[in-house]
């Protein structure tokens, strides 16, 4: 191998993937993942390749993946199962480099740049790490390939999952004839909103956009606009940095509400509720943070509604009363009264509390340490061990979250 060697390898329908290798007798079947549709989770997480020929795709609702395919077979998430063979690939991927970054659950960044003599050409070596991978954890891999990061997504996700070989590679030399009739939401970093906004002035294709003045994309949309500019024509300059997956920016805490939401008091109940959860996260790494960002989705699918707000918090801080005011302060200026269907709340600007010269310590110190206690309660006794009577009040979901993860089963 010669020059910059960087892999994007993606478990193919993971979730629905390792439901199949802890279940062998799934194997061929149209093995659909989903949450309970009683609660409103009944959206469609992951679909085997078997299940994906009906039409199924994830985000669909289960009641429509069932009429397109009434013979499959769906599945309740185990979140942790998941989460355990995402590491478990991890560990396999480092045997390759130790410059492995992963990306999601089921996409890990890999720099194989110099290791040519060991593995051979790209093709031969993502061969190899594919086989590894099927072999100890019966999950099938496809594997992009890029000078940086953004190629190597590109080449997974645009091209590699419909090779023979589950391989592609992308260059600065053929990146943009390769990409350019591509439509534009194919783009790495283009949501629909982008999409609709790239429509309305002509850009339906990658090629449309890569060949727009890059200063008419900045003027227009800011950085952002710069950076898409960039992903058009395959520049990207960040790099495969282990410790830069270590070094935690902020922690958070987002769920789908079970039904659509409609009272302040119910609302901000919940944000107070998922306000603790964020709280006993910084606690448990022993961070405080300086800004809250908070994120509200609206009901109505046709016409999206919502916000997704952050200020700076008066002082650091990881405790609720630290925290929770200005989260009431984002939610009461900016919510529209419309329903809401989803949350979340992050906390960023981290560093290590007990570094900081807090001011006013005697009561920040009387908040963190009560904070901590509780904490510690609820991690030997479980999550309901201590709780706010609201809790107990319509609209609370802490009973019905407690024990999940990522809003599901673990």
């Known amino acids: ?37 009683a609660l409103r989770h009944g959206i469609i997480l992951a679909a085997s390749r078997e299940a994906k020929a009906f039409g199924i ?44 970054l992963p990306y999601s659950i089921d996409e890990q960044f890999l720099d194989l740049t110099g290791l040519g003599k060991i593995y051979g050409t790209p093709r031969e070596a993502a061969a190899v790490l594919i086989e590894r991978v099927w072999s100890e954890t019966g999950i099938r891999c496809r594997v992009g390939m890029g000078e940086n990061l953004l190629q190597a997504k590109m080449a997974c996700d645009c091209f590699a999952k419909k090779t023979r070989d589950a391989f592609f590679e992308l260059n600065s030399d053929n990146y943009v004839p390769c990409t350019r009739d591509l439509p534009i939401r194919s783009l790495f970093g283009v949501g629909h909103r982008m999409e609709r906004n ?45 410790d830069a997956a270590r070094e935690q920016k902020g922690v958070g805490n987002m769920a789908t509400l079970p039904r659509d939401y409609r009272k302040r008091r119910e609302l901000e109940l919940v944000l107070l509720e998922m306000t603790e959860e964020v709280c006993s996260r910084a606690h448990r790494q022993g961070k405080i943070g300086s800004t809250i960002h908070l994120y509200c989705k609206g009901a109505d699918f046709d016409y999206p509604t919502g916000f997704s707000r952050q200020k700076k918090l008066p002082e650091p801080a990881a405790a609720v009363p630290g925290i929770y005011p200005t989260v009431l302060q984002l939610f009461r200026k900016h919510w529209d009264g419309k329903p809401v269907r989803a949350v979340g709340i992050s906390l960023t600007g981290l560093s290590a509390y007990r570094q900081l010269q807090i001011p006013c310590s005697s ?48």
Not at 11 to 37: H, I, Q
Not at 372 to 398: C, H, M, N
Request: charged share 25%; net charge positive; aromatic share 10%.
């Open 1 to 37: 191998m010669s020059g910059k060697i960087i892999f994007l390898a993606d478990m193919e329908s993971f979730y629905a993937s390792v439901e199949t290798a802890l279940n062998p007798s799934l194997r061929g079947k149209p093995v659909v993942v989903c949450g309970d549709p």
């Open 57 to 100: 795709k994830t985000g669909q609702p289960a009641w429509e993946a069932k009429r397109m395919c009434p013979r499959a077979v769906f599945v309740h998430p185990r979140m942790q199962s998941y989460i355990d063979c995402s590491m478990r690939i991890t560990r396999i991927f480092e045997q390759f480099t130790d410059r492995v």
């Open 198 to 242: 790239f429509h309305r002035i002509g850009v339906r294709k990658i090629g449309h956009l890569a060949g727009l003045p890059r200063e008419m994309l900045h003027r227009r949309w800011g950085i952002n606009g710069e950076i898409l500019w960039l992903n058009a024509h395959g520049i990207d300059y960040s790099t495969v940095d282990p």
């Open 363 to 410: 009561r920040y110190e009387r908040e963190e340490t009560l904070a901590e206690t509780i904490d510690l309660v609820r991690e030997r006794f479980g999550k309901t061990s201590l709780f706010r009577a609201a809790s107990l009040t319509p609209g609370a979901q802490l009973f019905q979250r407690a024990g999940k993860i990522g809003g599901h089963d673990a």
